[in-house]
């Protein structure tokens, strides 16, 4: 018992210092930044002019829009821009291609945070727009070729033309949703970092390196990235975030291995990420196969142009 509460404990601490003196003031800043862009419709006129030149790619205006949110805020924030493009009859198509864009992006809840310790965020951020890119392509052109093109608009009533908010509204807006986030996200990075603790102090990640290290070791991975690499999948971005600063810190990780990895590791195709994204609606779930398939390859595409910088 006293090997959980200290299990416990320690993932309790590193949970919320993570949370409230790391991604908290990224967030926030970043929430607020993309609020001020919105509110004054600069953010609408990027995705005017984007739009054309994205739809080759099998993209829409909405699914630029999910593609800059996870850039700039998080991996969930694409998540209502998502739902938004379902009820609004988006093809089961584009759906996919959208899907598959967001899932082979880095989030800025991870990518922002780790420039801190040494990530080349702005490399990173561009490689991973590429990959993004390749993603929806694949997707919509490929994987995704046996989805429906045809878009179910559903008709609303007019809205009337509402106020531009002020400047303090837009703060306290944009703030308030960034602590939500945070907020949000600690119980399940106190979970994750604690059966991923639990798991290091059973021996079950020393087991896995010796069992796999050597293999790892010949086709010139570090063994090092085994624990990361598990956590990600198991636990998600955010989980991960939490073990690789901590390894950071005490010099098991390098940040020469932090940017080479930054391309296979950074992204939400994982067991959460994909869970809390296809809760947009059953046309976005129905999409995910294949979304998955063009994920997977801009995220190979991604590792490959990291390792290449």
Do not use: C
Not at 120 to 144: E, R, Y
Not at 242 to 247: H, K, P, Q, R, S
């Amino acid at each position: 018992m006293g090997t959980f509460i200290e299990v416990v404990l320690q993932a309790g601490r590193s949970a919320v210092e993570l949370a409230l003196f790391t991604l908290l003031p990224i967030m926030v800043v970043m929430m607020i930044l993309l609020r001020f862009l919105e509110a004054n419709g600069i953010l609408g006129r990027i995705v005017a002019v984007l739009t054309p030149l994205a739809r080759p790619f099998g993209l829409t205006g909405m699914a630029v829009l999910a593609m800059l949110q996870i850039t700039f805020v998080s991996f969930v924030a694409p998540l209502p821009t998502l739902a938004l493009m379902e009820r609004e009859g988006t093809s089961e198509r584009h759906l996919a291609a959208a899907l598959a864009a967001v899932l082979a992006m880095a989030p800025a809840n991870a990518t922002f945070p780790l420039a801190a310790f040494g990530l080349q965020a702005g490399p990173v951020l561009v490689i991973s727009a590429l990959g993004g890119i390749l993603a929806a392509t694949t997707t919509f052109w490929f994987f995704g070729r046996r989805l429906s093109r045809e878009t179910r608009p559903i008709p609303v009533a007019p809205r009337q033309d509402k106020a531009k908010p002020s400047l303090l509204k837009t703060i306290n807006t944009g703030g308030g949703e960034a602590v939500q986030i945070v907020l949000n996200i600690i119980p399940m990075l106190l979970l994750s970092l604690a059966v991923v603790i639990g798991l290091e102090r059973a021996g079950a990640v020393a087991w896995l390196a010796l069992a796999i290290g050597p293999m790892l070791s010949a086709i010139g991975i570090d063994a090092s990235v085994i624990l990361p690499a598990l956590t990600k999948f198991l636990a998600g971005s955010t989980a991960y975030l939490g073990v690789v600063t901590e390894m950071v810190k005490q010099g098991r990780f390098s940040v020469g291995l932090l940017n080479e990895s930054a391309g296979f590791l950074l992204h939400p195709l994982d067991l959460p990420g994909v869970a809390i994204l296809i809760s947009a609606g059953p046309r976005v779930a129905y999409g995910l196969l294949p979304a998955i398939a063009g994920g997977a390859l801009g995220i190979a595409f991604r590792a490959l142009a990291t390792n290449l910088m």
